[in-house]
């Protein structure tokens, strides 16, 4: 067995929340040379590298495995926003079991098999941490309503939004997982009464990172910070602006098992040509190429978006889908069923796309 001793100087795992627009991309986007997946689109006043707005939870995950494997392209991945990856999710588990809301599996299960997912992803995540990359997943705050088991009466606090029912799930392994939990609020200076000592009104304010546990939020970090701070990513700057190393892989963080029908045969995992990252330019807007291969603009958009990012063709689809017995192979695309759109055919993606991979090594050249 091998011992080592010191502190390892190593990638960050790092959680942002607080209420809109109160700044948390704009911190994000200070971390060392970062690169965003964008869930929300709001990002573009911002002057950062960017991938397109992933439109289904597979497009999510396989922008994530390719900015693993650019390797020290980038120095952190920012994912904006958590909940809104959290909703891609949902509607994921959704279409791929026929349901047309995660109430319907009832018992509570779809909010496990939301879970999983969820859990799946931080693996993901860990994977490119381990690789020398910091993470960092900003999220929006929620108020609610918190009693403690041993104190009598309840209390506001806020939490990570990430959805009323399943945050009792997902919300705490996203806490578990990260190094650093950050609650950015506004600090209110003073409150003050009018002339009759009844109305009661807030005076002035700062923008303030709280970075420890407090009845009223979650926070937590590893580095002796000082309870509050400016918000300035010039006060924590010197934890990620070091040298790190790419480290072995950790421990998964993986949700109790449930045992969930497979959608179709399993396949190898298949590697995507390279995706575009949208650069903009500090002297004149951003132009982004044309790309959709001339596809037919009805077809789904979580699903168009897959086909242009692998170079796959309509025709391609509809050969796979008509070799398995679904579609005849003059069915457009655009008449296919969305919950077979959705739930086949992006649910399974890599394995359509092995499909598609075998099918045209059959094809002799001329």
């Known amino acids: 067995m091998q011992v080592i001793s010191g502190k390892v100087q190593k990638a960050k795992k790092v959680v942002i929340y607080g209420p809109e627009g109160i700044g948390k991309s704009s911190l ?11 869930t929300e689109g709001s990002t573009t006043e911002m002057d950062v590298d960017r991938v397109p707005k992933p439109t289904s939870w597979t497009m999510l995950n396989e922008q994530v495995r390719w900015v693993w494997q650019q390797g020290s392209r980038f120095g952190t991945l920012v994912i904006d926003t958590v909940d809104w990856a959290e909703m891609l999710a949902v509607s994921s ?44 997943l900003t999220a929006h705050a929620q108020i609610i309503k918190f009693e403690q088991p041993d104190e009598m009466g309840a209390y506001d606090r806020y939490q990570l ?49 709280y970075t420890t546990h407090h009845p009223a939020w979650d926070a937590k970090n590893r580095h002796g910070l000082p309870d509050e701070l400016p918000l300035d990513y010039g006060h924590i700057a010197h934890i990620f ?40 330019a500090p002297s004149a807007p951003a132009q982004v190429a044309d790309t959709s291969q001339g596809l037919n603009p009805n077809i ?16 391609d689809i509809q050969i796979v889908v008509s070799n398995k017995g679904y579609y005849p192979i003059d069915t457009p695309i655009a008449n296919y069923d969305p919950g077979f759109v959705d739930g ?11 499909m598609v991979q075998d099918m045209n090594k059959q094809i002799p050249f001329s």
């Open 161 to 209: 939004k990430l959805g009323a029912k399943t945050g009792s799930r997902t919300a705490p392994l996203v806490k578990e997982w990260a190094d650093m939990v950050l609650f950015i609020n506004y600090k209110t200076f003073s409150v003050a009464a009018d002339e009759k000592g009844k109305k009661h009104k807030a005076q002035g304010g700062s923008r303030t990172m």
């Open 28 to 38: 994000a986007g200070r971390f060392p040379r970062p690169v965003f997946i964008d």
């Open 241 to 280: 602006d070091g040298v790190v190393q790419a480290s072995p892989s950790q421990a998964a963080v993986t949700p109790p098992p449930v045992n969930a029908p497979p959608v179709a045969p399993p396949a190898q995992p298949v590697t995507p040509p390279p995706a575009t990252v949208q650069t903009p």
């Open 344 to 354: 086949v055919l992006v649910g399974a993606w890599q394995q359509v796309y092995g």
């Open 93 to 136: 588990v959704c279409a791929i079991h026929n349901k047309s809301g995660v109430e319907d599996f009832g018992y509570g299960k779809g909010y496990v098999f939301v879970a999983e997912e969820i859990g799946r992803f931080l693996n993901l995540l860990q994977d490119i941490v381990d690789s020398g990359i910091h993470v960092v």
């Open 300 to 315: 789904p958009a979580s699903l168009r978006d897959l086909m242009v990012q692998y170079q796959v063709t309509e025709n």
